[in-house]
Each structure stands twice: as structure tokens, then as C-alpha cells.
């Protein structure tokens, strides 16, 4: 069974920057695409940035962070990033990681998910 664990959660300043991190045991990461999605209190999950198997490395990002946000993979340490910059108040969310076949910003697509983490973006 695939376990996915998301960090860097925190409470930032808006335009403040964190970098997410979701990382798997047992399971190498650049064999599957991996997808960040989010959920506000009272909103539905919204998909915001996926990347492909390292074969093709596809990156996809939501309008709402586009130009913004990062995702890359970290191969050497089974890890892929999400670098988050110039922080909203409408960026404060629960951050997930999940894995799947393809890069889509669909949720229903991805077989594998972790926790969360709480991002805060608030003066």
C-alpha cells in the first residue's frame, strides 16, 4: 500500500513563501504522477498543481497559482515539492498530496492519498 506524508504546513504572513513536501516509503514517486490539491473549510477540494512520471515530467498548474506555485521532484530523496510564493488569504487550506497514472487536476483520478497539512496565510 502506497503511504503518501505531506510537511511544511505552517502559519505564514501574506506574501510569504513555504515549500510543501510529500514524500512516500516503500514506493519510488518518479514512477507515478503526483498531484497537490487543496480544501478550505466549507469549499470542495480543488485541484491547484500535478506533475507527471519523471518519463515526462508534465507539469499543470490551477489559474489561481499559476505564476505563483512550483512543483517539482526530488528524485534523490523520493520527495516532490510544491514551492508556494507570494501568499494569499485565500491560499489558507488543507494541502494534500495524492498519486495517480495521470497529471490531471481531477481528484477522482488519484488512487493514493495523504493526510494533509494546514497551511495559514494570515497577518
Known amino acids: 500500500q502506497l503511504q503518501l506524508v505531506e510537511s511544511g504546513g505552517d502559519l505564514v504572513q501574506p506574501g510569504g513563501s513555504l515549500r510543501l513536501s510529500c514524500t512516500a516509503s516503500?514506493?519510488?514517486?518518479?514512477?507515478?504522477?503526483i498531484g497537490w490539491f487543496r480544501q478550505a473549510p466549507g469549499k470542495e477540494r480543488e485541484g491547484i498543481s500535478c506533475i507527471a512520471s519523471s518519463g515526462a515530467s508534465t507539469t499543470t498548474y490551477a489559474d489561481s497559482v499559476k505564476g505563483r506555485f512550483t512543483i517539482s521532484r526530488d528524485n534523490a530523496k523520493n520527495t516532490v515539492h510544491l514551492q508556494m510564493n507570494s501568499l494569499k488569504d485565500e491560499d489558507t487550506a488543507v494541502y494534500y498530496c495524492?498519486?495517480?497514472?495521470?497529471?490531471?487536476?481531477?481528484?477522482?483520478?488519484?488512487?493514493?492519498w495523504g493526510q494533509g497539512t494546514q497551511v495559514t496565510v494570515s497577518s
Open positions: 495524492a498519486a495517480g497514472t495521470w497529471c490531471t487536476m481531477n481528484p477522482g483520478q488519484y488512487d493514493y
Open positions: 516503500r514506493f519510488t514517486l518518479s514512477y507515478i504522477a
